[in-house]
């Protein structure tokens, strides 16, 4: 084997301390690719800015002014959505069942007259249909004709009928307008937040979930609300609208069981053998 010693010269010494420097600079290069660029914050400040609260009080808290007016709304409608539905079902369920035990009496009675003595204290929609059949027959004592007095009664009953109608309904048209609105509001509440989360990426550069995630939250929350405004909303407005029908209804069926008795007392009133056009007095008006 042949060995070869090489001289060591003052040549090799300023080469070892070259590589020595590069190798030292490689981790430098990387510390420096891997730092934050010029006006960016670091990731432990993005970490610091996302929001500590993600419940509804704390999103709502964080959001912009209109995202909060729009939440304000929506929770304001939800709330008169579910007032209406307190007020009107005690409303409609007395009204309901104070008619079906009107109608009972009314098909026990013989006479208007004895209706109204029925009635007193039980129902005052089908109490009031009794009042003015009455009245009506007092004020055509001195024009008493079947045909003439039946059509006045039906009138005034027809009336009535519409008034009760139009009083049962009140409110419920609210319900409709929170249904097909709410939904609507809560996506301009998503569409501004969304548009504030693309207007912070602008400003900042970057896409971190700490520039993006307040305004996605802010704008679901409003969708949400939107939603939960309006499914009740519906649901109400469907169920009153059947109830009020039905209410209607048992109105109808108490006036024609009035009708019933004046007809009924007419009948009583009319002379054997004399014409049916003639006057006669009559045992509801006296």
């Known amino acids: 084997m ?6 060591q010269t003052t040549l090799c010494r300023p080469l070892a301390a070259a590589v020595l420097a590069a190798a030292c600079a490689v981790p430098a290069v990387g510390l420096a690719q891997t730092a934050p660029a010029a006006g960016l914050p670091a990731p432990s400040e993005l970490l610091l800015k996302l929001p500590r609260d993600l419940t509804p ?7 912009d002014v209109v995202v909060k007016a729009v939440i ?4 304001f409608a939800s709330l008169l959505s579910w007032t209406i539905w307190f007020a009107k079902t005690i409303e409609l369920t007395t009204a309901r069942r104070r008619l079906r035990g009107a109608l009972a009496v009314l098909g026990e009675a013989s006479s208007l007259a004895d209706a109204l003595v029925r009635l007193r204290g039980r129902s005052p929609d089908a109490l009031a249909l009794a009042q003015a059949a009455e009245t009506e027959l007092q004020l055509s004592a001195d024009a008493m004709t079947r045909e003439g007095v039946s059509e006045r009664v039906a009138s005034r009953l027809e009336r009535l ?3 009760a109608g139009r009083r049962m309904i009140r409110g419920i048209g609210w319900l409709a307008t929170i249904g097909a609105t709410a939904p609507f509001v809560g996506l301009f509440g998503t569409v ?3 548009m504030n989360s693309f207007i912070a990426i602008s400003q900042q550069q970057t896409t971190n979930l700490a520039v993006v995630a307040p305004g996605i939250a802010e704008a679901l929350l409003a ?3 939107g939603l939960v405004a309006a499914i009740p909303a519906v649901v109400m407005y469907n169920m009153f609208s ?8 048992l109105y109808v069926d108490t006036a024609a069981a009035i009708q019933r008795l004046v007809s009924r007392d007419l009948d009583r009133s009319a002379q054997p053998g004399q014409p049916a056009e003639r006057p006669w007095p009559l045992t509801a008006a006296g």
């Open 2 to 7: 042949i060995r070869r010693n090489f001289p």
């Open 57 to 63: 009080w704390g999103m709502f808290m964080a959001a």
């Open 72 to 75: 304000i709304g929506l929770t």
């Open 161 to 163: 009928e519409s008034a």
């Open 192 to 194: 501004w937040g969304i």
């Open 223 to 225: 969708t949400a609300l």
């Open 242 to 249: 059947r109830w009020t029908a039905g209410y209607r209804a």
